[in-house]
C-alpha cells in the first residue's frame, strides 16, 4: 500500500509541472506529457510568470528557482525518462533505488513549491494553489 501511496503522490506532484508547461490533462498552469503518459518534471517560468502576473523582479527569480529545480531533479529525470525508455513502467515502483529516487522527487517538488511561494504575493499564491488543484488528476468518486 505504501508503495501505492508513493506513486500517486509523485504522479500528484507532476501534475504541477505538467500543468504549468501548457498541455496535457488539464488546468489552469498549461502543462506538457512525455512518452507514455508521464508528466514533465520541470515548471515553466514563462507560462508561471503569464498565468501568476509576475512582475519583472519576480519572473527573473522564477527563472532562476525553475533552473535550480530543473537541476536538482536531473538524475531523477533521467532516471524517470529511461524507465519511460524501456516500456516498463512497473520499474518505476520495483526498480533498485526506486523509492529513493521518487522521495527525492517528492523533497524537490515540496522546496520548489516553497520557494515559489516565498517569492509571491499572498493573492498570487493563492492562484498558484488553486492552479495545482485543478490540475490534479480527479479519482472516481472523489
Known sequence: MSIRFALVAVLALGAAPLAAQGGGMGGG???GMRAGGMMAGAPDAAKLTTDL????????KVTALVAAHKEATKGVQAWMDGIRASGDMQAMRT???AQDSLA????ARTKFDTDLKDI???DQAKKY?????SARPRRPGT
Open 29 to 31: 498552469m498549461g502543462g
Open 120 to 122: 509571491l504575493t499572498a
Open 53 to 60: 502576473g509576475l512582475d519583472s523582479a519576480q519572473a527573473a
Open 104 to 107: 527525492k522527487m517528492r523533497t
Open 95 to 97: 526498480a533498485p533505488g
Open 129 to 133: 494553489d488553486e492552479m495545482q488543484a
